[in-house]
C-alpha cells in the first residue's frame, strides 16, 4: 500500500507493529495497514519525567511543561519549577515577569552565551561541528538525556542561565527530592550542578575556539561567568506553593505501543544502525534524540538522517 493512498483517512491514534510474513501490521483509527517499511517519526518528547511526584499532596496543582501556556493558567502561590533545562529557564522567565515568585530546582543543565564575537549560538553550533557529534562519542548512554543548552529566543534572543534567573529574582534550589512533612525537599547539590554546567560551557567554547583556530575568524573572547554563590534552601514549606511545574524533560515510550521484542534499550531508545531497527527488517526511525547525531531531533539536522533512512528504503 502506498502513503498516499492513506492520506485523507482518519490519523494514526496508536500503533502496534508485530512481524508478520516480512511485512509490518500496523494497527490505525481506521483500521489494519500492511507495510514493507514503517517509519517511525513521532518526535523526541514523549513521556514527561516527574521525579518525586508520587510524594505531592494530591489537592497540589502540577503541571508538565508541555501542558503550560501562560502564567494566567496557574494557580495562585509561588511556583516551584523542577527542571532548569531550556524550557524550565523559559517558563521561570516569563513567570518572574509577570512578577510571580519562583523557586527552581535545579539539575545539571549545560549553558552558553546567546551571541559570541557577533554570531548566534545556532551559528557556532552549526559551524563548529558542535551539533555533529555522534552519539558514539557521548561520555554515557544516559548523556543522551543531558538537557539542551540554556537560552532564549525571546525579544529577538538572550542570555538565560541560571545566573541571569537568579540576578531577576528567583530563588534557586539543588535536585528535587519530593515532599515529606510539609515541606519540599531539595538535594544539597546547588554549586555541583552549577559547575557542572559551567564544565559543559567550557566545552561548547573549545569548539568555538577552534573553528575561530581553522577559518582565521575576528573573535572577541566572551566574558566568564561570575561566581556562583551555591548557598540554595534544601528544604522550604509546602503550603508556600501553589504549583508544581515539571520542566525535567521527557522519556522515549517507544516500547508502550511498538510490538517488537528487543526493539529498544534500557533508556527506551531505538537499537538500530542509520535508524534501521535490528530487531526488524523495515521498521525505521527517525527524528529521535540522539538517534545519530545531536541535531538528530532538531529541524537543521534531521534531513541527513531521512537521507539516510530513504536510501535504505530504496535498497530494500
Known amino acids: 500500500m502506498d502513503l498516499y493512498e492513506y492520506q485523507g483517512k ?9 512481524v508478520s510474513d516480512g511485512r509490518l501490521a500496523v494497527s490505525t483509527s481506521g483500521g489494519e495497514l500492511s507495510a514493507a517499511n514503517v517509519v517511525i517519526a513521532s518526535g523526541t518528547y514523549a513521556t514527561p519525567h516527574r521525579p518525586g511526584a508520587q510524594t505531592l499532596p494530591q489537592d497540589l496543582a502540577q503541571v508538565d511543561v508541555a501542558g503550560y501556556r501562560n502564567p494566567s493558567m496557574l494557580p495562585p502561590g509561588q511556583v516551584l519549577v ?9 517558563i521561570a522567565e516569563e513567570l518572574l515577569e509577570a512578577s510571580r ?16 564575537s557577533g554570531h548566534d549560538v545556532v551559528w557556532w553550533a552549526v559551524e563548529d561541528g558542535f551539533l555533529d557529534v555522534p552519539v558514539d562519542a557521548l561520555p554515557s548512554e544516559e548523556a543522551r538525556l543531558f538537557a539542551n543548552l540554556q537560552a532564549s529566543g525571546h525579544d529577538g534572543g538572550h542570555d538565560l542561565t541560571t545566573r541571569t534567573l537568579l540576578d531577576r529574582g528567583a530563588t534557586l534550589a539543588g535536585h528535587f527530592l519530593g515532599a515529606e512533612d ?19 560551557h567550557v566545552e561548547f567554547m573549545g569548539f568555538v575556539e577552534r573553528l575561530v583556530r581553522e577559518r582565521g575568524l575576528e573573535y572577541e573572547s ?40 528487543d526493539a529498544f ?10 535508524g534501521q531497527s535490528v530487531a526488524a527488517p523495515g521498521l525505521f526511525f527517525l527524528g529521535t534524540h540522539f538517534l545519530r547525531k545531536r541535531k538528530s531531533s532538531l529541524l537543521v539536522g534531521v534531513g541527513e538522517d531521512a537521507t539516510i533512512v530513504a536510501d535504505a528504503i530504496t535498497m530494500r
Open 10 to 18: 482518519e490519523l494514526f491514534r496508536r500503533v502496534g507493529i508485530p
Open 182 to 200: 510539609g515541606r519540599v525537599m531539595f538535594a544539597d547539590d546547588l554549586g555541583d550542578s552549577i559547575a557542572w554546567g559551567d564544565a559543559r
Open 101 to 116: 515568585d519562583v523557586t527552581i530546582a535545579c539539575g545539571r543543565a549545560p549553558w552558553v552565551y546567546r551571541r559570541i
Open 82 to 90: 523542577v527542571g532548569s533545562g531550556q524550557s524550565g529557564c523559559q
Open 222 to 261: 566572551p566574558r566568564p561567568p561570575p561566581p556562583f554563590d551555591a548557598d540554595g534552601p534544601t528544604s522550604l514549606p509546602l503550603d508556600r506553593f501553589g504549583v508544581v511545574l515539571f520542566a525535567g524533560g521527557f522519556r522515549p515510550s517507544y516500547g508502550e505501543w511498538v510490538d517488537v521484542p
Open 265 to 274: 534499550d534500557a533508556l527506551g531508545f531505538p537499537l538500530h544502525r542509520d
